[in-house]
């Protein structure tokens, strides 16, 4: 088990992704509780990135529920046709918004998250699990780069799962 990251000392973030996916595979591999590895897995993303904040919400019956997570608190709860975690769990696919102001329904849990990116994850099945959510406090902040490699990070938990 890795008790220390290594990332690049660069601000080219396929750089850091590049570093980062094979880091939490080997981070994950061999244990199988969920919450563990998603807890692992947000604290990896918040000290390579520093993203705003970093999590999963997890689907429970009809809604999503909060699950581990890095930065302030957040939503507990999130309807599935509410916000950006929302629009991702039903379309089964990754959102980017440069301004989340300008996203119809998006749930402001903290006013200094600015930018949003949301990548759906699935079960073996094909199923949406889960989403793993991040915001920055910077507008635009994510690109094509973060959506490939957070649909990379995603895919190892569907591997799990």
């Not at 008790?3 to 850091?16: S, Y």
């Not at 909060?66 to 929302?86: D, E, H, M, N």
Request: glycine share 6%.
């Amino acid at each position: 088990m890795a008790e220390t990251l290594f990332i690049p000392q660069t601000t080219d973030r396929q750089a850091i992704y590049d570093s980062l996916v094979p880091q939490i595979a080997a981070l994950v591999a061999g244990e199988t509780d969920l919450v563990a590895n998603l807890a692992n897995i947000a604290a990896a993303l918040k000290e390579a990135f520093g993203f705003f904040w970093v999590g999963f919400y997890l689907k429970k019956e009809n809604q999503l529920v909060l699950g581990p997570f890095q930065g302030p608190v957040a939503c507990t709860r999130i309807a599935f046709s509410k916000g950006v975690c929302g629009a991702a769990y039903v379309r089964k696919e990754t959102i980017v918004v440069p301004d989340v102001e300008q996203f119809p329904g998006h749930i402001a849990c903290s006013s200094a998250s600015k930018s949003e990116i949301v990548v759906p994850v699935f079960d073996r099945s094909g199923h949406v699990l889960m989403v793993l959510d991040v915001d920055s406090d910077q507008l635009n902040d994510f690109s094509e780069t973060d959506a490939s490699g957070l649909e990379q990070i995603a895919r190892l938990i569907t591997g799990f799962y």
